[in-house]
Each structure stands twice: as structure tokens, then as C-alpha cells.
């Protein structure tokens, strides 16, 4: 998906790359001095796991999707934001491949910085998307799973 023209939150589940270069630049505004960018990549390894080669994430879509875009609202609620660029993907990964793009822009970078983090976080806690890993022992459930939580308010 190409990044919106028409509106300040880019909020989407991707089976292909993350476009990371694209988002970082499309949340950069003249009327912010800040980008923040935080990429989560693939590790070689999980909790109690070594020789991890590949993660696959699962979601459903629109469930997860609408969280998302629930989530960025808080964060733009809460932050004051220009723009926020906030991207899953699902599908099979390897060893060093983005999987999850929080990208914001603000006046100033305490902020971007907060907004980030707290998105990043928030997301882990709320969004329905599932990781499977595989490792050299096996391939299971991600650890570390946790009942979802709502987007607090």
C-alpha cells in the first residue's frame, strides 16, 4: 500500500516488506523539528529459544486493523502528532526483516519520542496479531504471550 495523500495517520497490515524508507518520510512535516522511527526486526533468537531463522505473524485483519487505528488516535490524543505512520507485517519472515514500523512526527522530540515508545508498547499489549517462531528445536507459539488489553484511554 503507498502512503496516504489525504490524511496524517498511515495504519495497515502488510504481507510484503515494510516501507520503511517511504514512512519516514512521509511523516515528516514542515510544522515539525522531530521524526521518530521505530523498527522492530526478526533476532536470531527468543526467549529460552537459540537459532531462531524465521517468525510468521497471523492476524485478523480487520480486527486488527481497527485497533490499530484506534491505537494511533490515542497516541495523536495524547502526543500532539503531525503525522504517524503505524505498519505490521504478516506472513512468514526471516532473520533480520522489519516486522513492525511506528514512525511519528512532532514539533519537538520529547514528544516523538514519548509517542513512539508508548505506540510500540501499546501495540505489543493490544493489537491481535500472533507470532509463530521457528527455531532449531522446532516451531511453536511465540513466548511471552499475553491476554490483549484495551487501548487505554
Not at 500500500?1 to 495497515?12: H, T
Not at 515539525?32 to 537459532?51: I, K, N, P, W, Y
Amino acid at each position: 500500500m503507498a502512503s496516504p495523500q489525504d490524511r496524517d495517520d498511515w495504519v495497515d497490515l502488510l504481507a510484503g516488506p515494510l516501507p520503511v524508507q517511504e514512512a519516514t518520510s512521509w511523516v515528516a512535516r514542515p510544522s515539525c523539528g522531530a521524526v521518530v522511527v521505530f523498527t522492530g526486526v526478526v533476532r536470531d533468537h527468543a526467549e529460552g529459544r537459540q537459532g531462531v531463522t524465521s517468525l510468521e505473524y497471523e492476524a485478523y485483519p480487520e480486527a486488527a486493523r481497527a485497533r490499530m487505528a484506534e491505537l494511533v488516535s490515542e497516541t495523536r490524543r495524547r502526543f500532539g502528532l503531525g503525522r504517524i505512520a503505524c505498519l505490521h507485517r504478516v506472513g512468514l519472515l526471516g532473520v533480520g526483516e522489519p516486522a513492525v514500523l511506528v514512525a511519528v512526527s512532532s514539533a519537538h522530540r520529547d514528544s516523538a519520542f514519548e509517542a513512539a515508545r508508548w505506540c510500540i508498547d501499546t501495540l505489543k499489549e493490544s493489537v491481535p496479531i500472533w507470532k509463530r517462531e521457528t527455531w532449531g528445536g522446532g516451531r511453536d507459539w511465540g513466548t511471552g504471550a499475553r491476554s490483549l488489553t484495551e487501548v487505554p484511554r
